[in-house]
């Protein structure tokens, strides 16, 4: 046989019979296992999750669910099709010995695999101090659990509820809480309202609307310590101005962590950002050289984007897991040339105080921004992000419809400020500053340094670090 | 049966409020939520409602649950 009549043999025979394990049963390690059958893969597949619910949807959690109108358990995701799977739930992915390709489970087995799909996802970021975040009356928000419980105490009701941190999750429980007449109290350390995804611009935009909901928003603080009674439920939180806030549900909403632990000794690019991988979902080793049997799709995935200047770009948006999950699954099961690339412009949503937040492209790569439409006293407005006379962003108030036509300019790398749409224009198109914070950095500890002198023998070696 | 609404694409047309309101809501004049569980004597409406969404974001179980929830 030819080298391309054998390859082509070892194709056939792997989507008859291969073993396929996804880590994470979630919205990408749904979409993917049915897009694996979709492609044809007849092998066997695993889809392993840590959490005892298969696969529910997430956006709902922090809306209707809180509001008490939809129960938790209510939010299982629409099957497509059979996936036939052997479904390990309730058990989490602790290990990976890429040596031997096996997946190690927290009960002790091992699950053997030809191909892997890592979509473990984020989990939300506790309070950081453990003895206050053990108190009874203090939740995050990111798993059906959560919502339940979060429902049940906002249901109660509490005389008051604090969030912390004013990023979208903050954002719309704080809506949550007046739509339920409850009094809340939003602290939040940069200067407004989702600064650090829509700028400083559109976060005091953000923030009057929060205030006239009859939100007490306090911006610039930080919490500085919660405080407990004698039956261990949270009374009171003290700021970082000196203040104290008197509250008995407190919500901390601050941010996400990526779940990368358990690829810890594994050698893959994986850290704090995510899991490094191609545009075509297949993971990097710790060398930043591609592998051939791993590949990375939904929150926890890292790929260079070509409109972002081949930025390492993850994506925590539902679109992004469901686009993702299908091309790495696509890829998973053909060959090069036929690899299909994920080029997802990205773009999320939020519901909150009744106004419909939408979002395309990566606003924080601007630094200008322009309205464009609409009116902001109205809170029904569009506006485009700039950077170098280019536009990468478009963010619309209750202006949905308007969001096709700016992500077709941003896909097109129009200029910026953008042609005028010609429809509901404001008196005043002169793109100012958006005022975003700084990126942060993270960490002065490498996960990762260089080993060798030869350049023969040169390879990276990942250093975990004390978390 | 259950559904998701991809409200990325959702565009706030708001013909599913239209032809299935007791699954289908509008919180102000865009800003979508729905039951993603509805009661399966409201499949009539509730694919009518995903037939009429002029973005089709509106995701449909196809198996009716036949995969139940198996574990292990």
């Known amino acids: 046989m030819t080298v391309p009549a054998t390859v082509a043999e070892l194709v056939r025979e792997f989507r008859?019979?291969?073993?396929?394990?996804?880590?994470?049963?979630?919205?990408?390690?749904?979409?993917?296992?049915?897009?694996?059958?979709?492609?044809?893969?007849?092998?066997?597949l695993t889809i392993i999750g840590d959490e005892p619910y298969e696969p529910y949807d997430r956006p709902p959690l922090s809306k209707q669910v809180l509001k008490g109108w939809v129960s938790a358990d209510h939010t299982k995701l629409p099957r497509l099709r059979e996936v036939n799977a052997q479904w390990r739930l309730g058990v989490a992915a602790t290990g990976l010995d890429r040596a031997a390709k096996q997946v190690r489970l927290a009960d002790g087995e091992q699950i053997p695999y030809d191909r892997l799909l890592i979509a473990t996802g984020t989990r939300a970021r506790q309070w950081p101090n453990p003895d206050e975040a053990a108190l009874d009356g203090v939740y995050t928000l990111r798993s059906r659990d959560d919502a339940a419980q979060l429902q049940k105490a906002l249901a109660a009701p509490p005389s008051r509820v604090m969030v912390i941190g004013a990023g979208f999750i903050g954002s719309e429980v704080a809506s949550v809480c007046r739509e339920l007449d409850l009094p809340v109290t939003v602290v939040e350390r940069g200067s407004a309202p989702l600064v650090g995804a829509l700028g400083g611009v559109i976060g005091e935009i953000a923030a009057e609307m929060q205030r006239d909901h009859g939100v007490d928003l306090r911006c610039g603080l930080g919490v500085s310590s919660l405080e407990g009674d004698s039956g261990g439920h949270v009374r009171r939180a003290h700021l970082s101005d000196g203040t104290t806030i008197d509250a008995d549900v407190v919500v901390a909403s601050l941010g996400s962590i990526r779940n990368v632990e358990w690829l810890e000794d594994a050698g893959l690019a994986s850290g704090f950002w995510g899991v490094g991988c191609d545009a075509g979902g297949r993971a990097f080793d710790v060398n930043g050289v591609i592998t051939d049997s791993i590949y990375v799709a939904g929150d926890v995935a890292r790929a260079p984007h070509v409109l972002y200047e081949y930025q390492f770009l993850a994506m925590e948006h539902w679109d992004n897991?469901?686009?993702?999950?299908?091309?790495?699954?696509?890829?998973?099961?053909?060959?090069?040339?036929?690899?299909?690339?994920?080029?997802?412009?990205?773009?999320?949503?939020?519901?909150?105080?009744?106004?419909?937040?939408?979002?395309?492209?990566?606003?924080?790569?601007?630094?200008?921004?322009?309205?464009?439409?609409?009116?902001?006293?109205?809170?029904?407005?569009?506006?485009?992000?700039?950077?170098?006379?280019?536009?990468?962003?478009?963010?619309?108030?209750?202006?949905?419809?308007?969001?096709?036509?700016?992500?077709?300019?941003?896909?097109?790398?129009?200029?910026?400020?953008?042609?005028?749409?010609?429809?509901?224009?404001?008196?005043?198109?002169?793109?100012?500053?958006?005022?975003?914070?700084?990126?942060?950095?993270?960490?002065?500890?490498?996960?990762?340094?260089?080993?060798?002198?030869?350049?023969?023998?040169?390879?990276?070696?990942?250093?975990?670090?004390?978390? | 049966m259950r559904i998701a609404v991809d409200l990325n694409r959702c565009q706030g047309y708001a013909q599913c409020v239209y032809l299935a309101h007791e699954d289908f809501r509008l919180t102000g004049q865009e800003a979508l939520t729905y039951e993603p569980n509805p009661d399966d004597e409201r499949r009539l409406q509730v694919e009518r409602a995903a037939a009429a969404c002029p973005v089709q974001a509106i995701v449909i179980d196809r198996l009716d649950g036949a995969e139940g929830s198996a574990t292990s």
Request: aromatic share 10%; charged share 20%; hydrophobic share 40%.
């Open chain 1, 16 to 44: 008859a019979n291969g073993r396929i394990v996804i880590v994470g049963a979630s919205l990408a390690g749904l979409r993917a296992a049915e897009a694996l059958r979709e492609e044809g893969f007849t092998g066997s």
């Open chain 1, 321 to 467: 897991a469901v686009l993702g999950a299908e091309v790495a699954a696509h890829n998973m099961v053909n060959l090069e040339p036929h690899y299909r690339p994920h080029l997802l412009l990205p773009g999320f949503w939020s519901g909150q105080f009744g106004v419909n937040i939408k979002s395309v492209g990566v606003p924080p790569f601007g630094d200008e921004i322009v309205f464009t439409q609409g009116s902001v006293k109205e809170r029904h407005f569009a506006a485009a992000y700039g950077r170098r006379g280019r536009i990468v962003a478009a963010v619309t108030f209750d202006h949905g419809k308007w969001l096709e036509y700016y992500g077709k300019l941003i896909e097109h790398s129009g200029p910026f400020p953008p042609p005028p749409p010609g429809w509901d224009q404001p008196p005043d198109m002169k793109p100012i500053p958006a005022e975003f914070p700084q990126p942060g950095v993270p960490t002065a500890i490498p996960d990762v340094v260089l080993t060798g002198h030869d350049p023969s023998e040169r390879r990276a070696e990942f250093r975990s670090r004390p978390r």
